[in-house]
């Protein structure tokens, strides 16, 4: 294979060697910050150079500045890019098989980053050349590729050769693909050609590399080289697992094929703080991700490095078991026509797989909760709630309580309601203005409630949601509403605006609150007195302690209050008029008299309240400017009476 730019002229060493220095000197400059810009304008003049090609090659393979080769690399690409035109089939390949020997003669190299530079150097010169290279060209180089990855040259070369395919499929990778100057349509069309002939065979060459160290890092006590390569292989699985499988999705049925009657969630429909990524591959993935076994073995391996490593404080958050859990968790979000119609019995089967490893990181989740706050690590929490999540978006609600019972006496939804009780539990003891573990876990177990109970807030198939499910929406409303008012009372005498609750507009605190809406809409029954019992005990105080007691910490609870009841009670809206739930519309259809009616009861109690403003001394002794702000939202609310 060529392995240099065909350049018919003798190399001149001398200028080789003369712009070798030239362009170290240039690098020990910036670094020295000894007029950079005059440094930069060399190093760039090299990039913008016709036909550099030799003189990069000759820094490459003989400085001994690890700045100097990146800066080389970078300038083999801006050429090649720019010149792309004029070159010959032969050294364009040329090129390409260049910077793929570097890499793996150089495997060894401790200058990681002039590695990573090279490997990507080749991807994007090899995409470049994608639709006009010959299908026997390309499997030239990926078989170059594929004897590395395989192990066949060293552990140093197996994971130069993963760095590489790591590389590759981010150029292909609209989202993350470099800028080439060309159209649309040549990026497309690569992605599509690599999706359809080279992906899933990348993807059984990562999961055969890491299959093949596994047995040598499960036998191992310490830290060994094999983890680094199995590490990166299952990086490299994830990426695969990420990309936007299109060709595959004019088969795929939109909405979740035999888990349940309700579709798959858009992201417009519910607009989440955490990612989370439906994978749908297709039908021809089934054998490698589903029927192989591929699953139990991640599982297996993660739950047998788990158990000899437990004791060590550090192995949660080392870069094998990062990317071993996230990788879990992605398996967690496939979906689609990848399982067959079979009234989601093979999916439902592989999620359990699935749920029965991932309940060993979050439950019990009093005891999770309680080795968080002795120092354990975080990590594995908030990976088992991500992967809830996953499951929650590609399920029906019913089948997502479902999923547990087969392992547990109880189902998910109780679980979701224990991790989310110990989470809120922890928000309220420690509260702080720094982000904490359990600030995260609540906007992650947020997100997974919102996934639920969305789409049966919209359709009120309330039904859908079984009994327990109901129960611990309540319980679950009930002490986030706790929460707030704690949060409320402690935030009214503090002096540090910046610190203060609920000194954020209410927009920044919108996504939350209508999270909030979707639990108290889906117990409705319980949540809705219960606010009534909340409102009704803090104006009975506010009377009690006039001119007694500073009314401040009261005021800020109420103010809370309303915040939560609006959100409740209203839908967003558009035009002038907030939309009363579909959910608040169709509960309590057996109350005949309109007065009698909890909602009623709830809107009547702050109107009348807020009708106490109009007396003087009222509004001068209990009605702040923020508070009369949210009664004047209560008035051009919903029709509720």
């Known amino acids: 294979m060529n392995q240099s730019y065909q350049n018919t002229a003798p190399p001149d060493l001398a200028h080789l060697q003369a712009t070798m220095r030239t362009i170290e000197l240039a690098c020990s400059s910036i670094q020295m910050h000894v007029n950079p810009s005059a440094a930069e304008a060399t190093i760039l003049s090299l990039s913008q150079s016709p036909q550099p090609y030799q003189a990069c090659q000759f820094i490459l393979e003989n400085s001994q500045m690890p700045n100097a080769r990146f800066q080389a690399a970078g300038a083999i690409r801006d050429a090649a890019i720019r010149e792309w035109g004029f070159l010959s089939t032969d050294d364009k390949k040329g090129l390409i098989s260049f910077c793929l020997c570097f890499v793996m003669q150089h495997a060894s190299s401790a200058e990681g980053y002039v590695q990573a530079k090279v490997a990507s150097v080749a991807a994007q010169l090899l995409k470049r050349g994608w639709l006009e290279f010959t299908a026997a060209d390309k499997g030239t180089f990926f078989s170059q590729v594929n004897q590395a990855v395989a192990g066949s040259h060293g552990l140093d070369m197996q994971f130069a050769g993963i760095i590489f395919l790591e590389s590759l499929v981010s150029e292909f990778s609209p989202s993350t693909s470099t800028a080439m100057g060309l159209p649309k349509e040549f990026h497309d069309q690569c992605q599509t050609s690599l999706e359809l002939d080279y992906l899933k065979s990348l993807y059984g060459w990562a999961q055969d590399a890491a299959s093949s160290v596994t047995n040598r890092i499960i036998a191992s006590d310490s830290a060994i080289p094999e983890a680094k390569v199995c590490s990166a292989a299952l990086r490299l699985m994830l990426q695969i697992l990420n990309w936007d499988f299109r060709c595959s999705k004019s088969t795929v049925e939109i909405g979740r094929r035999g888990m349940g009657v309700l579709g798959v969630k858009n992201d417009s429909y519910s607009a989440r703080k955490t990612e989370c990524n439906l994978v749908q591959p297709g039908p021809s993935w089934c054998d490698v991700l589903i029927t192989s076994g591929h699953v139990g073995w991640l599982l297996r391996l993660y739950g047998a490095l788990r158990q000899k490593f437990s004791c060590k404080g550090y192995w949660l958050d080392c870069p094998l078991a990062v990317s071993a859990r996230k990788l879990i968790v992605q398996f967690c979000s496939l979906t689609g026509n990848i399982f067959p119609a079979d009234n989601g019995h093979m999916q439902g089967q592989h999620l359990l797989q699935l749920l029965s490893g991932v309940v060993e990181w979050i439950d019990p989740p009093d005891a999770v909760a309680k080795s968080i706050q002795n120092g354990k690590s975080d990590s594995e929490l908030l990976d088992g709630c991500r992967a809830l999540l996953s499951m929650a978006a590609v399920t029906s609600p019913l089948m997502f309580d479902q999923l547990l019972k087969p392992?547990?006496?109880?189902?998910?939804?109780?679980?979701?309601?224990?991790?989310?009780?110990?989470?809120?539990?922890?928000?309220?003891?420690?509260?702080?203005?720094?982000?904490?573990?359990?600030?995260?876990?609540?906007?992650?177990?947020?997100?997974?409630?919102?996934?639920?109970?969305?789409?049966?807030?919209?359709?009120?198939?309330?039904?859908?949601?079984?009994?327990?499910?109901?129960?611990?929406?309540?319980?679950?409303?009930?002490?986030?509403?706790?929460?707030?008012?704690?949060?409320?009372?402690?935030?009214?005498?503090?002096?540090?605006?910046?610190?203060?609750?609920?000194?954020?507009?209410?927009?920044?605190?919108?996504?939350?609150?209508?999270?909030?809406?979707?639990?108290?809409?889906?117990?409705?029954?319980?949540?809705?007195?219960?606010?009534?019992?909340?409102?009704?005990?803090?104006?009975?105080?506010?009377?009690?302690?006039?001119?007694?007691?500073?009314?401040?910490?009261?005021?800020?609870?109420?103010?809370?209050?309303?915040?939560?009841?609006?959100?409740?009670?209203?839908?967003?809206?558009?035009?002038?008029?907030?939309?009363?739930?579909?959910?608040?519309?169709?509960?309590?259809?057996?109350?005949?008299?309109?007065?009698?009616?909890?909602?009623?009861?709830?809107?009547?109690?702050?109107?009348?309240?807020?009708?106490?403003?109009?007396?003087?001394?009222?509004?001068?002794?209990?009605?702040?400017?923020?508070?009369?702000?949210?009664?004047?939202?209560?008035?051009?609310?919903?029709?509720?009476?």
């Open 407 to 641: 392992i547990r006496p109880y189902g998910t939804l109780h679980l979701l309601y224990a991790l989310m009780s110990e989470v809120v539990k922890d928000i309220m003891e420690n509260h702080t203005e720094e982000e904490t573990w359990s600030w995260v876990a609540r906007d992650v177990l947020l997100d997974t409630w919102t996934t639920i109970l969305m789409l049966l807030d919209s359709t009120s198939r309330d039904a859908l949601l079984p009994s327990e499910g109901i129960s611990a929406a309540a319980n679950l409303f009930a002490l986030i509403v706790e929460s707030e008012l704690k949060a409320a009372s402690a935030s009214a005498f503090s002096d540090d605006n910046d610190a203060d609750y609920f000194q954020a507009s209410i927009t920044a605190m919108d996504e939350r609150l209508s999270s909030y809406a979707l639990v108290a809409r889906a117990a409705l029954d319980a949540t809705v007195p219960l606010l009534v019992r909340l409102f009704s005990e803090r104006f009975a105080r506010l009377h009690q302690g006039r001119g007694i007691c500073d009314p401040t910490q009261i005021l800020e609870e109420l103010y809370s209050l309303l915040l939560i009841t609006g959100h409740v009670l209203a839908d967003e809206w558009q035009g002038e008029t907030p939309l009363v739930p579909m959910a608040i519309q169709t509960q309590f259809m057996d109350v005949v008299e309109s007065e009698n009616h909890p909602v009623v009861v709830l809107s009547g109690s702050i109107i009348r309240f807020s009708e106490q403003s109009l007396d003087t001394e009222m509004r001068t002794s209990f009605f702040s400017p923020r508070l009369m702000e949210s009664f004047g939202s209560w008035q051009d609310g919903p029709v509720l009476i």
